[in-house]
C-alpha cells in the first residue's frame, strides 16, 4: 500500500530561523497537497502541487514537488510565532484517494 | 457561515454506548469523508462519501456506520463503544478536479470522542 513519511517529526526553532520539512512517497504520485493544523485546530489547505519538479510559493513558504513526483518539501522563511503548528502533506498516486503523512510538529521559540 | 461544520465538538461517553455525530457542507462538494485523528496526531481516512454513494470503506470495524441522506451530509454513527475508540473525528468535504473543483479537503472543526 502506499507509504508516505516526513521528516522530521518533530522541529523546534527560534523565531527568525528557517525550517524546513520533507514528504517522501514509495510510489510516483499523481498530485500531492499541503495542509497546516494549529494546535487545537483543524487541518488548513495550503497548496496542491502536480506538475514534476513544480515550485510554488505563499508569501514565507515555499514548496516543491520532485522531479520524480515521489517528493516535497516546505520550506519556510523566517519562522514567525504564528507558523506554529503540525504540517501534513497529503499524497495521492492516480486513481487512489489521499493519504496523509504522519505530519512533522513545528514549535517557534520567541 | 461555516462551510464544513461538525456536531457535537465534544463527546464523553462510557464503553457500550452508541454515538452519532453528524457533519453538514454547504460548499456544494459532491464527496465527503471522515478522518480519525488519534493522540500520535495521525489522520487516517476512514469512509468516503461520493453523491450519497459510499466509494471508500477503509479497515474500520463494522460498528461505525456512516449514512449519507444526501449531498450536503454524512453522519457516523459509532455501536459499542471501545476505549480504542477516543480520538479527534473530522469530516471534511471537496470538489473533484474533472468535476470543476480543486480537489482541496476542506475539513470541520473536529469532533472529539472520548470513551471512559
Known amino acids: 500500500g502506499q507509504q508516505v513519511m516526513q521528516i522530521p517529526q518533530y522541529q523546534h526553532v527560534q523565531e527568525g530561523e528557517d525550517f524546513t520539512t520533507y514528504c517522501n512517497s514509495s510510489t510516483t504520485l499523481s498530485n500531492i497537497q499541503w495542509y497546516k493544523q494549529r494546535p487545537g485546530g483543524h487541518p488548513v489547505f495550503l497548496i496542491q502541487?502536480?506538475?514534476?519538479?513544480e515550485v510554488k510559493k505563499q508569501k514565507r513558504l515555499t514548496f516543491q514537488f520532485g522531479e520524480a513526483k515521489k517528493n516535497s518539501s516546505l520550506h519556510i522563511t523566517a519562522t514567525q510565532t504564528t507558523d506554529v503548528g503540525t504540517y501534513f502533506c497529503a499524497v495521492r498516486n492516480y486513481g487512489q484517494n489521499f493519504v496523509f503523512g504522519p505530519g512533522t510538529r513545528l514549535s517557534v521559540l520567541p | 457561515d461555516t462551510a464544513v461544520s461538525q456536531t457535537p465538538k465534544y463527546l464523553v461517553t462510557q464503553m457500550g454506548n452508541d454515538k452519532s455525530i453528524k457533519c453538514e457542507q454547504n460548499l456544494g462538494h459532491d464527496t465527503m469523508y471522515w478522518y480519525k485523528q488519534d493522540s500520535k496526531k495521525f489522520l487516517k481516512i476512514m469512509f468516503s462519501y461520493n453523491n450519497k454513494e459510499l466509494i471508500i470503506n477503509e479497515t474500520v470495524p463494522n460498528r461505525f456506520s456512516p449514512k449519507s441522506p444526501d449531498k450536503a451530509h454524512l453522519n457516523l454513527h459509532i455501536n459499542s463503544l471501545e476505549l480504542g475508540d477516543s480520538a479527534v473525528y473530522f469530516c471534511?468535504?471537496?470538489?473533484?478536479?474533472?468535476?470543476?473543483?480543486?480537489?482541496?479537503?476542506?475539513f470541520g472543526e473536529g469532533s472529539r470522542l472520548t470513551v471512559l
Open positions: 502541487l502536480v506538475k514534476s519538479g
Open positions: 471534511a468535504s471537496s470538489q473533484n478536479r474533472g468535476r470543476g473543483g480543486t480537489g482541496e479537503l476542506f
